[in-house]
T-cell receptor, first 113, second 112 residues
Framework: GENVEQHPSTLSVQEGDSAVIKCTYSDSASNYFPWYKQELGKRPQLIIDIRSNVGEKKDQRIAVTLNKTAKHFSLHITETQPEDSAVYFCAAMGNNAGNMLTFGGGTRLMVKP | SAVISQKPSRDICQRGTSLTIQCQVDSQVTMMFWYRQQPGQSLTLIATANQGSEATYESGFVIDKFPISRPNLTFSTLTVSNMSPEDSSIYLC?????????FGEGSWLTVV
């Protein structure tokens, strides 16, 4: 089955700096890679996703890149703000009958004002 | 988009008892899943809830402990049976709608 590794587990940045979170996956058949933000006491919220037919996607301060050859994808947050502080999860989903998400271990991002 | 309602949102349970969590989606969806998120951990898939047939469980999860129902395309239940303190977790319902995956608000269970 799919295995997703996420790094780093914690990340502390100064407000205004950029933050990068990286994930690797094992199943070359995976073709959908969402990123979720989870604030304390709340459910995961989808913030951006990318499919295997593109290499990069951007939405305002958030971007995701995908390298299918190397089987890794990354989340980039620019001009970080204190409200970006949360736990971020990457995930991968294959194009098989199950179509379930496999999650990375999560990254706790702390943006210091 | 799909709106997923989960209840209860929070509960404190006595060990040895069972609790059923309900998940209602506001539109018909093909796939529904149940995840567990233990304190400070990532999300782990418990099972896929199959409409009209038995759920498909992931390694480490069994039907006797986590019976699941899915009587139609908009509703599913997860029961946590014979609870112990180790079952204290957030339980999340998830549904695929279109090309996006949505999560319910979660059920925070504490077993004492």
């Amino acid at each position: 089955g799919e295995n997703v590794e996420q790094h780093p587990s914690t990340l502390s940045v100064q407000e205004g700096d950029s933050a990068v979170i990286k994930c690797t996956y094992s199943d070359s058949a995976s073709n959908y890679f969402p990123w979720y933000k989870q604030e304390l006491g709340k459910r995961p919220q989808l913030i951006i996703d990318i499919r295997s037919n593109v290499g990069e996607k951007k939405d305002q301060r958030i971007a995701v890149t995908l390298n299918k050859t190397a089987k890794h994808f990354s989340l980039h947050i620019t001009e970080t703000q204190p409200e970006d502080s949360a736990v971020y999860f990457c995930a991968a989903m294959g194009n098989n009958a199950g179509n379930m998400l496999t999650f990375g271990g999560g990254t706790r991002l702390m943006v210091k004002p | 988009s799909a709106v997923i309602s989960q209840k209860p949102s929070r509960d404190i349970c006595q060990r040895g008892t069972s609790l059923t969590i309900q998940c209602q989606v506001d539109s018909q969806v093909t796939m529904m899943f149940w995840y567990r998120q233990q304190p400070g951990q990532s999300l782990t898939l418990i099972a896929t809830a199959n409409q009209g047939s038995e759920a498909t469980y992931e390694s480490g999860f069994v039907i006797d402990k986590f019976p699941i129902s899915r009587p139609n395309l908009t509703f599913s239940t997860l029961t946590v049976s014979n609870m112990s303190p180790e079952d204290s977790s957030i339980y999340l319902c998830s549904a695929h709608s279109g090309n996006t995956i949505y999560f319910g608000e979660g059920s925070w269970l504490t077993v004492v």
